[in-house]
């Protein structure tokens, strides 16, 4: 046992001489270096202002001092925009304009913080497209004018300003950008900018004004030479040239004529070498003047070369003979893909017996098909023809007829038939519309038409409808809400009972007797050339065909009506109710 202390004891006294070898030297290690507090905490982007909807360049934090770990930011960020709370980093995309204001961020470490104060805006969308409810604008001088409405695409306008200063008398609001007044002199067109803008940016329309003494009537019955036309891709067209009655300053076309024609904006003739085959399409072609504008619907079609040669069947002799009448080669009862083709118009406008249109598939080229008073047991198959524009089958015995395919079609008659609902869903470039039958204003002994015609319409998808021809049918309401630029609507010996032409503004002829209307509003369609309630037949001058239960007929301004037709030109307006019948507004 003292052996055994005595070694412990020599041991520790050899271990402790051998670790203070190094004299008085310290072996306790140095203490950490001290952590310095973050200062000067700035941003890359301050102010910064955003676009609203639009990622954001991310916006960096730069400090001297210590690094800092932790970032915190008071208010919260616009919506859409994050901190990274670990790096400072501001990033996303702002989904609400909001105004500026300022935000606190603060850096921070274990010895301190430091805070910055960064300004954020978020714009809103910048405004484009901005149009006038009427441009160009003909005022007479010493005359109040409507007012000049601006209209505009993206962001709402805070400001307007124009140059040069508009005709004397004429101001605008610079909030609103409204143009009202009286105009006190003569003023030669010329154009005038207005610019629109906001806070994100501005947009302009050169509105071109002239005030003079008289205003012309708008012009009317603008046509064209040839209309449809299908023209082949590579050949010079014969110019292609409009007729319209009354005095016309300019002509526009929408959408844009197939590549290698051109509208002249003077003459409004089409000339030019179409370059690329196009599909039969409608373009609507305005002539305008001081007063207002008339509208043609021209279908064109650029033709491509034609396939390989095949050959079609046409079973009906008589469909064959009325083919070959055209000038359509038929061989051994057959048509040529190539000859079938090259036609562009199948035109038979009396009875010659035909049974069946069979072989009607081959003429995939057709635009315009006529076909009258011929009796077709069975409805003809019309699906091939996807360019027709022109569809005319009158009195041809149908009791059903497809033309969901024929998206084309500008023009549809179904007259005289037995067809008591139509699917025109897909027709949305349809421009008219005649289903009418035989009335008593033809021949009383058949009040109701030689068929029972339509029972019900929709006609919701038809917006280019600018004419629609219903006498004799048996439908009693029509949606005419969508149908923002029908013009004329023809309905004699019906039995609609309600009609609202409160959202067709260019309505200018309503042709309703002898229906069993209790409701005609007619406001907000400004004041049509023409409207009918009643009508005297055309077998006995003493009986009228009117339209008992209706009393009153809704207008905008029943003054403004009556001045209207007091002093219209003589022809220009007709204006014929039932005696019972009166204006209320």
């Known amino acids: 046992m003292r052996m055994t202390l005595l070694l412990t004891l020599v041991l520790t006294a050899g271990m402790l001489a051998c670790s203070g070898g190094g004299g008085s030297a310290s072996n306790t290690p140095p203490p950490p270096p001290s952590v310095q507090a973050p200062t000067n905490l700035t941003y890359s982007t301050n102010p910064a202002t955003y676009p609203v909807n639009s990622a954001i360049t991310a916006n960096l934090p730069h400090n001297q001092g210590g690094a800092i770990t932790a970032y915190a930011v008071s208010p919260a960020l616009p919506a859409g925009l994050s901190m990274d709370l670990s790096t400072g980093i501001i990033s996303g995309t702002p989904t609400t304009p909001t105004p500026q204001a300022t935000y606190t961020v603060t850096g921070s470490n274990s010895a301190g913080s430091t805070a910055a104060s960064l300004t954020v805006i978020v714009s809103g969308l910048a405004p484009t497209n901005l149009t006038y409810s009427t441009n160009p604008a003909t005022y007479p001088v010493n005359s109040a004018i409507t007012a000049n409405i601006p209209h505009n695409q993206g962001g709402a306008i805070t400001a307007y300003a124009v140059s040069p200063a508009l005709p004397a008398g004429l101001s605008m609001d610079l909030s609103t950008g409204v143009i009202t007044g009286t105009p006190l002199a003569l003023a030669a067109a010329a154009n005038y900018r207005v610019t629109g803008s906001n806070a994100s940016g501005s947009t302009y329309v050169d509105l071109n004004l002239t005030v003079t003494t008289v205003i012309p009537p708008p012009p009317v019955n603008l046509a ?237 998808h038809n917006v280019n409808l600018v004419r629609i021809y219903l006498d004799a049918n048996r439908i009693q309401t029509i949606d005419l809400s969508k149908n923002t630029q029908l013009q004329e609507f023809w309905a004699l010996t019906g039995q609609f009972t309600s009609l609202d032409f409160s959202h067709c503004p260019h309505i200018n002829r309503v042709d309703v007797p002898g229906n069993q209307l209790t409701y005609l509003n007619l406001k907000g369609s400004g004041v049509p050339y023409t409207v009918w309630t009643r009508a005297v037949t055309m077998y006995d001058a003493t009986k009228f065909l009117g339209n008992p239960n209706l009393t009153q007929v809704w207008v905008d301004n029943v003054v403004a009506v009556q001045n209207y037709m007091a002093t219209a030109p003589s022809g220009t307006i007709y204006w014929w109710l039932d005696p019972w019948t009166q204006l209320v507004q």
């Not at 082949?232 to 024609?261: E, F, H």
């Not at 070498?273 to 409608?282: F, H, I, L, N, V």
């Not at 070369?305 to 038929?330: E, K, R």
């Not at 067809?419 to 058949?446: C, F, G, K, M, R």
């Open 224 to 460: 064209y030479s040839t209309n449809p036309a299908a023209y082949p891709v590579g050949v010079a067209i014969t110019p292609n040239s409009p007729s319209i009655s009354g005095v016309v300053t300019g002509y526009s076309v929408t959408p844009a004529l197939p590549a290698g024609l051109s509208l002249d904006t003077i003459t409004g003739i089409i000339t030019g070498t179409p370059t690329t085959p196009t599909p039969s399409g409608a373009y609507k072609i305005t002539a305008i003047n001081g007063g207002g504008s008339a509208v043609v619907y021209l279908t064109l079609q650029v033709l491509g070369p034609p396939p390989a040669t095949t050959y079609t069947a046409i079973p009906d002799v008589n469909f064959q003979n009325a083919l070959i009448s055209q000038g359509v080669p038929i061989s051994n009862g057959q048509v040529s893909s190539t000859d079938a083709y090259a036609v562009a118009q199948i035109i038979i406008e009396t009875n010659v017996g035909i049974q069946s249109i069979q072989g009607i598939e081959a003429f995939t080229n057709l635009t315009k098909l006529q076909l009258n008073h011929n009796h077709l047991p069975n409805s003809p198959d019309l699906s091939h023809n996807t360019n027709l524009t022109w569809l005319d089958l009158w009195d041809c015995g149908l009791t059903t007829l497809d033309v969901t395919k024929l998206t084309q079609l500008t023009m549809l008659g179904i007259s005289m038939n037995d067809i008591h609902t139509i699917d025109l869903s897909q027709n949305v470039a349809l421009v008219e519309l005649d289903a009418q039958h035989a009335n008593a204003l033809d021949n009383p002994n058949t009040p109701w038409g030689v068929t029972q015609g339509l029972t019900s319409l929709d006609i919701t």
